[in-house]
């Protein structure tokens, strides 16, 4: 079983910036994705950006040239550079990490971008 604990979240004004941090511990396979998703009120869980084994990143529209997702494999962390930050950003925060067969999901770490 994998845990993943999220860190990072908090308030912060239009413009500004947040870095996320997720670490994984417990039973871990290689060859796993990492990954972070949000979820709005009333709104479903999106993805906002993955890394896979191989280093490569996937990133939503929305946030595209204001967020970096990066990771470390030694320590089984991912990151999540945030800029420019907007209130639709505001969400909960969601570190997931799957590959073939398993997945595991933190618990959620809120940001709340203020207008």
């Known amino acids: 079983q994998v845990q993943l604990v999220e860190s990072g979240g908090g308030l912060v004004q239009t413009g500004g910036s947040l870095r996320l941090s997720c670490a994984a511990s417990?039973?871990?396979?290689?060859?796993?994705?990492l990954g972070w998703y949000r979820q709005a009120p009333g709104k479903q869980r999106e993805s906002v950006a993955s890394?896979?084994?191989?280093?490569?990143?996937y990133y939503d529209d929305s946030v595209k040239g204001r967020f970096t997702i990066s990771r470390d494999s030694a320590k089984n962390t991912v990151d999540l550079q945030m800029n420019s930050l907007k209130p639709e950003d505001t969400a909960v925060y969601y570190c997931?990490?799957?590959?073939?067969?398993?997945?595991?999901w933190g618990q959620g770490t809120q940001v709340t971008v203020s207008s």
């Open positions: 997931k990490l799957w590959g073939s067969g398993f997945s595991s």
């Open positions: 417990g039973r871990i396979f290689s060859g796993y994705t």
């Open positions: 890394i896979t084994s191989a280093d490569n990143k």
